[in-house]
């Protein structure tokens, strides 16, 4: 157990401090060798944890290439436009109108999706109003929490969605049934916390005037009006795909790569530069990590953990579900939700409560806000925020996540219950 612990507070450690510029899917398959050499895991426990995350990882992956390529069409800065120029210069509408564009990039593109492609564009336009520092701040931190908040109504939401319902063998339908109303109510309640909190910090006005008009960040009119249909088309594909079992990367990796050629044939995209930009190292890192993550199953952690969640369950539904889903919150907010979530997943069905796999789902969603090394998708955005010249402290960070965080959870999860 504590060669386990320790190889994993190491492989964490080098994977959020990323020391000398080394990448989170090398950090991670260093975790993984040393794990095999140390005799933490076997190879079957490679193969295993292999078969659980190749599907989860090729989508985000596919899921990552369709939004660069919109991104580089111009359709998420002409939503971000249009919802700006909705506002019509009312600024804590645009507060409220820029949570529900990044609520919805995020039901669609993933969380890890809105923080790569939809932070810059918000900081871009801030500056270019010229918001003073607080209000930038209090946009980001609303636009970087509601990615992951609002991250629960699909499959394809989030990686931790897509992991669960592969493992407990849930349906896109059956998935989008049971998260709607949590989903629902988070949305909610994370955009009435987000606007008690920053509401002094938010302008009154705002010239929106000064903005491009939406239409003239289109780079390619054809492949815009195209992508309307094809998004459409690919959400009726994953139903489909759900009516004939077939894996949700299917449609995720095979859609955008139909895209990227539609793209490419009206010269709206250089293909491999598409494809080198695409987040590869979440592969290693996926793979790399959860091997990482067996050896603590193997430990014993995950039978511990099964233990607590019985003990939950006998306390009757409500318990089950609001306990469950912050005890897989507070575990991401320390450990991040990536290993949290095929811990707590392989805990629940060790106790026989498959039904709270989607308390898990929650729990690793939105817990993992409390703190900046909960979620690939904060590590993203802070690095994305970094790159742009913006410095956010953990200080910063954790008096805004562990006040907004825990009433948006119980929220979503009395949703559930």
Same mark, same amino acid.
């Given at each position: 157990?504590?060669? &386990?612990?320790? *190889?994993? !507070?190491?492989? /964490?450690?080098? #994977?959020?401090?990323?020391?000398?510029?080394?990448?989170?899917?090398?950090?991670?398959?260093?975790?993984?060798?040393a794990a095999l050499v140390l005799g933490v895991v076997s190879f079957a426990d490679v193969i295993a944890v292999t078969a659980i995350v190749w599907d989860a990882t090729l989508a985000f992956i596919g899921i990552i290439i369709l939004s660069i390529v919109l991104d580089q069409i111009g359709f998420f800065e002409w939503a971000a436009l249009k919802m700006a120029r909705l506002s019509r210069g009312n600024g804590h509408l645009m507060f409220v109108y820029m949570l529900l564009l990044g609520a919805l990039v995020s039901a669609l593109f993933a969380n890890d999706g809105a923080a790569l492609i939809l932070t810059p564009i918000v900081l871009a336009k801030m500056k270019y109003l010229k918001m003073n520092p607080v209000a930038i701040f209090a946009?980001?931190?609303?636009?970087?929490?509601?990615?992951?908040?609002? &991250?629960?109504? *699909?499959? !394809?939401?989030? /990686?931790?969605? #897509?992991?669960?319902?592969?493992?407990?063998?849930?349906?896109?339908?059956?998935?989008?049934?049971?998260?709607?109303?949590?989903?629902?109510?988070?949305?909610?309640?994370?955009?009435?916390?987000?606007?008690?909190?920053?509401?002094?910090?938010?302008?009154?006005h705002v010239d929106t005037e000064r903005l491009a008009a939406p239409e003239s960040v289109i780079k390619n009119m054809t492949m815009f009006r195209l992508s309307w249909w094809f998004l459409a088309l690919l959400l009726v594909g994953y139903f489909i795909g759900d009516a004939y079992h077939l894996p949700v990367s299917l449609f995720a990796l095979g859609g955008a790569l139909l895209f990227l050629a539609l793209a490419t044939y009206f010269k709206a995209t250089k293909p491999m530069m598409t494809i080198k930009t695409a987040p590869w190292q979440v592969v290693w890192f996926s793979i790399g990590l959860y091997i990482v993550v067996f050896g603590l199953k193997n430990a014993g952690l995950t039978t511990y953990l099964a233990g607590v969640i019985q003990t939950l369950s006998a306390q009757g539904d409500a318990v089950a579900v609001i306990g469950t889903g912050f005890l897989a919150a507070?575990?991401?907010?320390?450990?991040?939700?990536?290993?949290?979530?095929?811990?707590?997943?392989?805990?629940?069905?060790?106790?026989?409560?498959?039904?709270?796999?989607?308390?898990?789902?929650?729990?690793?969603?939105?817990?993992?806000?409390?703190?900046?090394?909960?979620?690939?998708?904060?590590?993203?955005?802070?690095?994305?925020?970094?790159?742009?010249?913006?410095?956010?402290?953990?200080?910063?960070?954790?008096?805004?996540?562990?006040?907004?965080?825990?009433?948006?959870?119980?929220?979503?999860?009395?949703?559930l219950v």
């Amino acid at each position: 157990m504590l060669l &386990s612990i320790a *190889l994993f !507070i190491v492989t /964490l450690i080098l #994977i959020i401090a990323q020391p000398r510029g080394l990448q989170i899917g090398t950090s991670a398959v260093m975790g993984a060798i040393a794990a095999l050499v140390l005799g933490v895991v076997s190879f079957a426990d490679v193969i295993a944890v292999t078969a659980i995350v190749w599907d989860a990882t090729l989508a985000f992956i596919g899921i990552i290439i369709l939004s660069i390529v919109l991104d580089q069409i111009g359709f998420f800065e002409w939503a971000a436009l249009k919802m700006a120029r909705l506002s019509r210069g009312n600024g804590h509408l645009m507060f409220v109108y820029m949570l529900l564009l990044g609520a919805l990039v995020s039901a669609l593109f993933a969380n890890d999706g809105a923080a790569l492609i939809l932070t810059p564009i918000v900081l871009a336009k801030m500056k270019y109003l010229k918001m003073n520092p607080v209000a930038i701040f209090a946009f980001l931190m609303a636009g970087g929490f509601i990615g992951d908040s609002a &991250s629960n109504p *699909l499959i !394809i939401s989030n /990686l931790t969605n #897509i992991v669960t319902a592969g493992y407990f063998q849930i349906g896109f339908w059956e998935y989008a049934k049971a998260m709607f109303v949590p989903n629902l109510l988070a949305i909610i309640a994370s955009v009435a916390v987000l606007w008690l909190f920053f509401r002094k910090d938010i302008p009154l006005h705002v010239d929106t005037e000064r903005l491009a008009a939406p239409e003239s960040v289109i780079k390619n009119m054809t492949m815009f009006r195209l992508s309307w249909w094809f998004l459409a088309l690919l959400l009726v594909g994953y139903f489909i795909g759900d009516a004939y079992h077939l894996p949700v990367s299917l449609f995720a990796l095979g859609g955008a790569l139909l895209f990227l050629a539609l793209a490419t044939y009206f010269k709206a995209t250089k293909p491999m530069m598409t494809i080198k930009t695409a987040p590869w190292q979440v592969v290693w890192f996926s793979i790399g990590l959860y091997i990482v993550v067996f050896g603590l199953k193997n430990a014993g952690l995950t039978t511990y953990l099964a233990g607590v969640i019985q003990t939950l369950s006998a306390q009757g539904d409500a318990v089950a579900v609001i306990g469950t889903g912050f005890l897989a919150a507070v575990l991401s907010s320390v450990m991040n939700n990536m290993p949290t979530v095929m811990i707590m997943d392989i805990a629940i069905a060790e106790a026989g409560q498959g039904a709270l796999a989607y308390a898990n789902i929650i729990g690793c969603n939105l817990g993992p806000k409390m703190t900046p090394i909960g979620s690939l998708a904060t590590l993203l955005w802070l690095h994305v925020l970094a790159q742009k010249g913006v410095k956010i402290t953990w200080w910063q960070y954790m008096k805004v996540g562990l006040i907004v965080t825990p009433p948006v959870l119980f929220v979503s999860l009395l949703g559930l219950v």
